[in-house]
């Protein structure tokens, strides 16, 4: 999708009801509950027959209208809203999943992706399998009939492995079940992840969407496309839904666990998409072109950035994301002990967690998202102790260049 079909579908989405004032932007409705005039009304309201909003952890008319500009924009078929990456995860997980099912992934996993997988949906009897997504062998032989999804991050963070995601998709079609990706990495206006085989996105919008750590909040894009027969609490609906898969997730899942997104924070991230592709495509730039002149310098023992030629997974890269695959870097030293000092010296690099900021923000991940685990577990996932992870934001290249110049100087 180029900028400008983004541009016009984003902008010129409709309101599902004229407002009163003519109002450019959406407004916040703090409501919570909606009055109607007759018990017919509401009768029909609550039970699905109409698209009235009844109560706002079930829909929000601001909530619904950043969840419909979303879905003009990707041409999903389903879109919801919650409050952070990780609801969107745990949501889609409890709609596919049941007890003695299991779900196939990688070790190369975010920290509460990993954390959520192996004790929480592990405790409710859904079995984690993990394989290298980069072995197509592997992959095939670890999904078989109980299985509710393949789930891949489309960049891992922090190893910047890349699988190629449509030969995971003709896979997981072939085995009957739903490719599910993390696509918080590169944004929806500049990669179309259903094209290469994706049937379900899920995403942090607290990222690059928000607009600048404005907000919380997290997406489910589903584009109804996968073969739904086969998960046991979604067969009921097969024959009534174009995705039983959304219909569940809405009508049960998404309630009952309540974790909605707010119409503030709606509000503010429906402002972010109109901003999104002019920001990425700075902060994805600069990104580049700093790793290119990160590997200049002697202190810095590896640059991984996978639009880089040389990178492993440079092809790969090139062909899903383009040219610039992203706006994080790693980079490794020789040692905790030298990463340590190297943060504590930075004057412009903000040490905080967090990705896509307007401000550059770094961080150990070894000792900060992954600093509950066991050094195991951490060897097990390929976390070094010698990496650093870049954010990079708004500011010029050859400021971030001198700061990491300074920092690095003993």
């Known amino acids: 999708m180029n900028e400008k079909e983004y541009e016009t579908k984003l902008l010129s989405t409709p309101y599902p009801k004229r407002d009163a004032y003519g109002a450019l932007s959406m407004p916040v409705y703090h409501a919570l509950a909606y009055e109607f005039s007759t018990a017919e009304e509401m009768e029909a309201a609550f039970s699905g027959r109409t698209e009235e909003h009844t109560y706002s952890r079930v829909t929000n008319p601001t909530v619904q209208y950043f969840e419909e500009r979303v879905k003009r924009a990707t041409g999903a078929y389903g879109v919801t809203a919650l409050n952070s990456g990780m609801a969107a995860i745990s949501n889609t997980f409890i709609t596919l999943a049941w007890s003695g099912s299991n779900l196939v992934t990688s070790r190369h996993l975010f920290g509460n992706t990993y954390s959520f997988f192996v004790k929480t949906l592990n405790a409710f009897g859904v079995e984690v399998r993990f394989c290298d997504l980069t072995n197509l062998e592997e992959v095939a032989e670890a999904i078989d009939e109980r299985t509710c999804g393949l ?103 998404h309630r009952n666990l309540g974790a909605y997104m707010t119409p503030e924070v709606a509000y503010v991230q429906s402002i972010g998409l109109e901003t999104l592709p002019v920001r990425f495509e700075r902060q994805a730039a600069a990104c580049k072109e700093l790793a290119g002149k990160l590997q200049s310098l002697p202190e810095i023992q590896g640059v991984n950035y996978t639009g880089l030629k040389g990178n492993p997974f440079y092809e790969v890269s090139k062909k899903q994301f383009g040219d610039y695959p992203g706006a994080m870097l790693t980079f490794d030293l020789e040692s905790k002990e030298r990463c340590f000092g190297f943060l504590n010296k930075l004057k412009l690099i903000r040490r905080a967690t967090n990705l896509f900021d307007n401000r550059s923000l770094i961080i150990h991940p070894a000792s900060t998202i992954f600093g509950t685990f066991t050094a195991g577990q951490r060897e097990m996932m390929d976390v070094k102790e010698t990496t650093i992870r870049l954010s990079v934001g708004l500011e010029s290249v050859d400021s971030l260049f001198g700061d990491i110049r300074q920092a690095l100087a003993r």
């Open 151 to 253: 789930f891949v991050e489309v960049i891992t963070n922090p190893q910047m492995e890349v699988a190629d995601l449509e030969q995971l998709g003709r896979i997981a079609h072939n085995k009957h079940v739903p490719l599910i990706a993390d696509t918080t990495i590169v944004p929806f206006p500049i990669f179309r992840a259903v094209d290469f085989g994706v049937d379900i996105e899920v995403v942090s919008s607290t990222k690059y969407i928000s607009g600048g750590a404005t907000s919380l909040g997290g997406l489910i894009i589903d584009y109804g496309l996968f073969d739904q027969y086969r998960a046991p609490l979604l067969q009921a609906l097969a024959d009534s839904s174009r995705s039983p898969f959304h219909t569940r997730l809405r009508k049960e899942v």
